[in-house]
């Protein structure tokens, strides 16, 4: 079982930028790929970014792409989402999923099996 814990959250002006991370409990972080994820009111939840366990590879979604960048520090059992430039339209619940096949990137959400609690990040215009 594997726990995710994430924070970086807050209100931010448009323009902004914010770092999230996540904390993963147990030994098999390393092995993972890892995901970040958003949901805002009313919508389903949508891929952001994800990295493969190595971190040799990454993937974004077309609307963050230039603008968002993830890492991961997997002797720190953490991924990070570095949010810049961001916009009212980023406004949403940020979620971290780990998947236990680390060397595919998945972009739906059902595909992951463990994931955080979220965070939320609000962009004022």
């Known amino acids: 079982q594997v726990q995710l814990v994430e924070s970086g959250g807050g209100l931010v002006q448009a323009g902004g930028s914010l770092r999230l991370s996540c904390v993963a409990s147990?030994?098999?972080?390393?092995?993972?790929?890892m995901g970040w994820f958003r949901q805002a009111p009313g919508k389903e939840r949508e891929f952001v970014a994800a990295?493969?366990?190595?971190?040799?590879?990454?993937y974004y979604a077309d609307s963050v792409k230039g603008r968002f960048t993830i890492s991961r520090d997997n002797a720190k059992n953490t991924v990070y989402l570095q949010m810049n430039s961001l916009k009212p339209e980023d406004t949403a619940v940020y979620y971290c999923?780990?998947?236990?096949?680390?060397?595919?990137?998945?972009?739906?959400?059902?595909?992951?099996?463990?994931w955080g609690q979220g965070t939320q990040v609000t962009v004022s215009s």
């Open positions: 999923a780990a998947d236990r096949d680390g060397d595919l990137i998945f972009i739906l959400p059902n595909l992951y099996d463990y």
């Open positions: 990295i493969m366990w190595s971190g040799d590879k990454q």
């Open positions: 147990g030994r098999t972080f390393s092995s993972y790929a």
